[in-house]
């Protein structure tokens, strides 16, 4: 469905043929940093507090890149029939969360600063609110990515597919030349022969 990691004629790396794969690491990167955020405003579990910010930050990181590969996977998936419209929904829901959550990262960054330390508490809130708008973004654009996938990806022909759709019997059919069970085959000429000896004995 993507394209190599290659651009032919080009030395620029495309990402098209990584972007599940980072949309996947952004997506669990985001949710768990949102996650550890929140339970770090309660105060209780004291490891939550860096350890969302870790996660933010490559998490964010990782919304980046997506967008990146998406927009150089983007090209062959909108020739799919239908697909235009819903890649572009995908892509603009795509840009709004990594937008939103370039400001989470931002705020998160400013919380380390020892000089707003005084607003380092209001500052994280921000940062849980604004990265709660995000995880939803982030599932908006989650949720188009999958239908793109399950409604238009199978309308892709793939030569290895139409061939599993031949069937056992349809390969059967298609022998090799010279198989001994094909029609005028080399295994019949090489019988006749035999045959022609065997009536001549029998004469």
């Known amino acids: 469905m993507f394209p190599g990691p290659?651009?032919?004629?080009?030395?620029?790396?495309?990402?098209?043929?990584?972007?599940?794969?980072?949309?996947?690491?952004?997506?669990?990167l985001l949710f768990a940093g949102v996650l550890f955020r929140w339970v770090s405003l309660t105060g209780r579990a004291a490891f939550t507090a860096p350890a969302a910010a870790v996660l933010l930050f490559a998490g964010t990181l990782g919304a980046v890149l997506a967008v990146r590969s998406g927009t150089d996977a983007h090209g062959p998936v909108e020739r799919v029939p239908g697909a235009r419209a819903a890649?572009?929904?995908?892509?603009?829901?795509?840009?709004?969360?990594?937008?939103i959550f370039l400001v989470v990262a931002a705020l998160e960054a400013v919380a380390l600063v020892p000089a707003a330390r005084r607003w380092r508490k209001g500052t994280l809130v921000t940062s849980a609110v604004v990265g709660l708008v995000g995880a939803v973004a982030l599932y908006e654009a989650g949720a188009h990515g999958g239908e793109l996938v399950y409604s238009y990806?199978?309308?892709?022909?793939?030569?290895?597919?139409?061939?599993?759709?031949?069937?056992?019997a349809a390969r059967r059919g298609s022998l090799p030349p010279g198989d001994g069970r094909s029609k005028g085959g080399q295994g019949s000429r090489s019988r006749s022969p035999h045959r022609a000896a065997g009536a001549a004995r029998s004469g």
Do not use: D, Y
């Open 153 to 168: 990806g199978r309308r892709r022909g793939h030569p290895q597919r139409r061939h599993r759709g031949r069937g056992p």
């Open 6 to 28: 290659f651009t032919k004629g080009s030395p620029t790396v495309s990402l098209a043929a990584l972007h599940p794969a980072i949309v996947h690491f952004a997506i669990a």
């Open 87 to 99: 890649v572009g929904e995908h892509e603009e829901w795509g840009e709004r969360t990594r937008n």
